[in-house]
């Protein structure tokens, strides 16, 4: 399960604003393109765990302050399916 983690996390780490995009409206999750570019911009290269719930947390948190927290509840949504 380990390699699967990593994977996930890796694609985290180092996805673009349209990937995410892409995914929000995969799995029905209420972002636009201009937030999922600026969560995107925020994401790169902060090797985030978002396995652990309390790296997640914050990091919902960083996103809040950075798009809205309209649109952390949406991200934090899309990683929870990831998660799963």
């Given at each position: 399960m380990k390699i699967f983690e990593s994977v996930i996390n890796h694609k985290m780490n180092t996805i673009t604003g349209d990937e995410l995009f892409?995914?929000?409206?995969?799995?029905?999750?209420?972002v636009n393109r201009q937030q999922a570019y600026k969560v995107a911009q925020y994401l790169r290269g902060k090797n985030v765990n978002i396995f652990?719930?309390?790296e997640r947390a914050a990091l919902i948190k960083e996103i809040a302050k950075i798009a809205g927290p309209e649109t952390a509840r949406e991200v934090n949504k899309l990683f929870v399916k990831f998660t799963k």
């Open positions: 892409k995914y929000a409206e995969q799995f029905n999750i209420k652990d719930d309390r």
